[in-house]
């Protein structure tokens, strides 16, 4: 018995893209013309919806246009990773951006069972510095990045790619708790945090062509990065996040106990009475964090070894599938 061909889902999230979306629709047919094309469709005030249908008709490709209500990117995905089903799925934007004929590269290392998810790196090939215009913007991508790479021990080039490809167990196991542009670093940190296989792979990158605009603005996303950074220390090293804040309450609570000290141990007298008081109330609230930390970081212990049992099930069933 030959095995079935594994079968491909290109996903599609599309708000507003009326001028690009059906050349990359076009391109990406050319490219995989066995792919079932879905386009999630988020509240389009242009024609994005029907010009998205016609080109599938008129292409006789397989997929459709679903519509998603709640805006934003990452529930767009949500919408389609929970609907559709594929062994192999691919997520490119649909502003012609991202290099349609690069699409084999994307999914061969999923499809050779060497990686639950591609990325599509814009920065090794240099493409995405000479292209993207938004000096800020690479700045702050940068420090997310760096950050990332060092509390996972990883060397990533490209967190923040929208083209990936990724195997059915890497989409049906990933709970997408963000709804808008946090959803590739989410799906980055997802993927390192359960020590999922990475596959880097250089593409090509292109600026929208004229007539399109960015969905991503500059200042709100600036704002964002510091608030990703902090989400991320919160959520992925609870400890180090509150004992650092433990740590400078407990030096804030130590420079107030000074003048204290030194009145007990020169006169054998408090004067500095309110210091005292502070003191001691920093070094309670230091203490506090510092319990905080400890005991989210058994929860989060106890999370990991959770989602590991639930991936060796996940495993095991797919070894040997119930009869
Ligand atoms: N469905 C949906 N798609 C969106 C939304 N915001 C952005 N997109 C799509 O997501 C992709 C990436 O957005 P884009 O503005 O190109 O971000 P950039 O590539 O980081 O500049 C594009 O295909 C957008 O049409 C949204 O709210 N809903
Ligand atoms: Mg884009």
Redesign the pocket.
């Known amino acids: 018995m030959t095995k079935p061909m594994p079968t491909i889902a290109l996903i599609?999230?599309?708000?507003?893209?009326a001028a690009t979306i059906a050349p990359t629709i076009e391109a990406f047919y050319q490219a995989l013309p066995e792919a079932r094309i879905v386009v999630?469709?988020?509240n389009s005030a242009d024609a994005t919806r029907s010009i998205a249908e016609q080109t599938l008709a008129q292409l006789g490709a397989k997929g459709e246009v679903v519509d998603?209500l709640a805006?934003?990117?990452g529930?767009?995905v949500r919408r389609a990773f929970l609907s559709v089903d594929a062994d192999v799925y691919v997520l490119?934007?649909?502003?012609l951006?991202y290099p349609a004929d690069q699409v084999h590269d994307l999914i061969a290392p999923v499809l050779e069972g060497r990686a639950d998810m591609v990325v599509g790196d814009r920065r090794s090939g240099g493409h995405y510095n000479a292209e993207n215009k938004r000096r800020f913007h690479n700045f702050g991508n940068a420090l997310v990045q760096k950050l990332v790479n060092r509390l996972f021990a990883a060397r990533l080039a490209d967190i923040?790619s929208?083209y990936r490809a990724f195997s059915r167990t890497f989409v049906k196991s990933y709970p997408i708790l963000v709804s808008?542009?946090q959803l590739e670093t989410d799906m980055t940190l997802h993927s390192l945090h359960r020590r999922m296989r990475i596959v880097e792979i250089p593409i090509a990158y292109r600026d929208?062509p004229e007539g399109s605009?960015?969905?991503?603005n500059t200042f709100a996303d600036g704002a964002s990065v510091i608030f990703t950074i902090a989400q991320i220390l919160r959520y992925y090293r609870p400890l180090l996040f509150f004992v650092s804040f433990s740590l400078l309450f407990a030096l804030a609570g130590f420079i107030a106990a000074i003048p204290v000290f030194h009145d007990w141990i020169t006169e054998r007298y408090i004067h500095h009475l309110p210091l005292a008081v502070l003191a001691a109330a920093f070094e309670i609230v230091a203490f506090l964090l510092l319990a905080v930390g400890l005991i989210l970081d058994s929860i989060s212990h106890h999370e990991k070894m959770r989602t590991e049992l639930h991936q060796l099930d996940l495993e095991r069933r797919q070894a040997r599938p119930e009869p």
């Open positions: 599609l999230p599309a708000y507003n893209e999630v469709n988020n998603e805006q934003g990117k529930n767009a490119a934007d649909a502003d951006t923040m929208g808008g542009f929208r605009y960015s969905k991503l």
